[in-house]
């Protein structure tokens, strides 16, 4: 059988190793025979990322083909990796951290019997990552938002602030592009920030269940993380206070995972799980501390069913983090939960309870650890089809409540990555005619990345004149906003991404039916005094409209045709527009340093 030894580490000269794999993979080596099971094979412990691997093999392996590979440690299976492998030359190349191994050996094993071919070659041991280079400066790569260096990204799993840092946990496949449900792809990854702008990715905050007897029922799914700054679980092992993560399992159990060094390494814990699963469809642990009661909650989805798109939460509550309570099920809501408390806007001291689902819906209403009353109707946070499994940050600093969200379904062709994270957005309560809205505006230290700036105002826009506000600036990553009144305006717009080869992207207001519409989502977004407020936050491939600060949004992906294609114009058609205020920056890469 194929495999690829890895001896003699120096823990001086490589004090980080990876394990290079490209996508279209060589390894060369000769198969032996067949194992029955888990391979004895001899392995090297370290941190070891791979991003997107490739085998190269013979005819009997057609190009692009999901092979598993076992990695072992000194001889013993410590878990899977499912990839999909190609002919000859990799597409791109991923990585795994092995740092934890340092010292041992480390063998690299498919699970299957497969033709010589090359790609024990491309597995490499390296203390620099590869393709450094040209990694964050792809063509449709965010530039300040979060996305995986290499692989699939999806739900957030639970953002919380620490000892001046934000973490962000984040369920992952590093060696796919897209959403799988093979087993072994369940990761969760974890990046860190000191102002929720610049992000650094820290090592896997843990994989499938290395020594699992049943690695399918203990792969890590969606989940939550908290800091358990005063030791409840009594899970300290040093000064530094553990980080928890609650997630599910692929069996709907309720799990833990903690660290005791800053996140740089995870342990499940040994009692796990936390919560059995009866035989219901479980799982998006949701925790946070409900200070009236002095206790931590858990609030996890429970399914009715294929056939509905709305199920319950089942609430647990606790003292310790470790032993938890039923306390009740609350119905109507879909995955991906979320119940928060927020303030109203300039009254810190008056606040609503807000039940959140994955899709986006939300209610307001009161929560005294055992019930949710909700106060207004079903109401929806985003319309656009890029929004997914937002979160709110656990411990943020001056009781500030910010959100980060998953974009799902965005498209990113040909790129070594799939998958972003929305730009946090800090929330709060409005009182309206039709009474208490959630809000989001984006976070304050966006304005670090501002560079170009653009600013207008009361400026009166008539179809048909040359000239263009938007005119004296151009880039494919800005922040704009603008406050316009309608006046006899029948339609407006800004577009983005505009060119001499392609017309670019339009965000159009239509006066009359009071709707704005953007890649195919319609949202209706409703004077107020005659004025319309957009703010707009666009990347290489997504788009963020806040409308009316705030009060209604759409986050869209898109893949412009052309990356030199820059330019923005404001327009009306049918009638006059006058622009009370226009501010545009282009921004600062957050990557420029990587």
């Not at 001889?75 to 934890?100: C, F, H, M, R």
């Not at 319950?312 to 039923?326: G, K």
């Not at 959140?356 to 319309?383: H, N, V």
């Not at 991404?497 to 704005?516: C, E, F, L, M, V």
Request: one cysteine or more.
């Amino acid at each position: 059988m194929m495999s690829r030894d890895f001896r003699h580490i120096n823990r001086r000269r490589l004090p980080r190793m990876e394990m290079r794999l490209g996508a279209g993979f060589s390894v060369v080596s000769r198969l032996i025979g067949r194992f029955a099971g888990k391979p004895e094979f001899q392995c090297a412990t370290r941190d070891v990322s791979v991003d997107g691997m490739r085998l190269v093999s013979n005819r009997q392996i057609p190009e692009r083909t999901a092979v598993k590979l076992w990695v072992t440690i000194d001889g013993e299976p410590q878990y899977p990796i499912d990839v999909k492998l190609a002919q000859d030359n990799p597409d791109w190349t991923g990585t795994l951290s092995v740092q934890k191994w340092m010292g041992k050996r480390l063998t690299i094993v498919p699970e299957q019997p497969l033709a010589e071919s090359g790609w024990i070659r491309n597995v490499k041991m390296s203390n620099q990552l590869p393709d450094e280079e040209s990694v964050y400066k792809e063509k449709y790569r965010p530039q300040f938002h979060v996305s995986a260096r290499r692989g699939y990204l999806n739900d957030v799993n639970g953002p919380f602030y620490l000892n001046g840092m934000y973490h962000l946990p984040f369920q992952h496949a590093p060696w796919r592009l897209a959403e799988s449900g093979v087993v072994s792809e369940k990761y969760f990854g974890h990046v860190i920030s000191k102002d929720l702008v610049h992000w650094q990715h820290l090592p896997f905050a843990f994989i499938p269940d290395e020594k699992a007897t049943n690695i399918t029922t203990c792969r890590p799914m969606s989940g939550s993380a908290v800091s358990d700054s005063l030791n409840l679980s009594g899970l300290q092992q040093n000064s530094e206070k553990p980080m928890l993560i609650f997630y599910s399992d692929s069996q709907g159990n309720q799990n833990l995972a903690f660290s005791t060094d800053k996140g740089m390494t995870w342990k499940k814990y040994s009692k796990n799980p936390l919560i059995s699963n009866p035989g219901e469809d479980t799982h998006d642990p949701r925790v946070f501390y409900h200070a009236a009661s002095g206790k931590w909650m858990m609030a996890f989805y429970k399914g009715k069913g294929k056939e509905s798109k709305t199920g319950s939460i089942n609430l647990y509550s606790s003292s310790d983090l470790l032993h938890w309570e039923y306390r009740n099920n609350i119905d109507g809501i879909g995955e991906c939960p979320d119940l928060f408390e927020v303030a109203f806007e300039g009254k810190q001291s008056e606040k609503k309870w807000v039940l959140l689902s994955g899709e986006g819906d939300y209610r307001i209403g009161a929560f005294d650890g055992m019930t949710f009353k909700p106060e207004t109707e079903m109401r929806k946070l985003d319309f656009g089809k890029n929004f997914f499994a937002a979160q709110t940050l656990s411990n943020a600093p001056d009781g500030k409540v910010i959100q980060i969200a998953w974009m799902r379904g965005g498209e990113y062709s040909e790129m070594p990555f799939n998958g972003q994270m929305s730009f946090p957005m800090e929330l709060t309560l409005r009182a309206t005619k039709k009474g208490p809205v959630l809000c989001r505006k984006p976070i304050e230290s966006i304005s670090k990345l501002f560079d170009n700036e653009l600013l207008k105002k009361d400026k009166n826009l008539i179809p048909g004149l040359k000239g263009n506000l938007l005119g004296g600036i151009k880039g494919d990553v800005v922040y704009l906003k603008t406050t316009v009144e309608i006046k006899s305006s029948d339609s407006f717009g800004i577009i983005v991404r505009n060119g001499k080869q392609s017309g670019g992207t339009d965000i159009h207001y239509d006066s009359a039916k009071k709707t704005i519409d953007v890649n195919g989502i319609k949202m209706v977004l409703e004077p107020i005094d005659g004025k319309i407020v957009l703010e707009i936050l666009f990347d290489r491939s997504s788009i963020e409209i806040l409308g009316n600060n705030g009060e209604m949004g759409i986050s869209t992906c898109f893949s412009p045709a052309q990356i030199k294609e820059d330019e923005m114009i404001l327009y009306t058609q049918g009638g006059e527009l006058f622009v009370e205020s226009l501010e545009a920056h282009t921004l600062k890469s957050v990557w420029a340093a990587k």
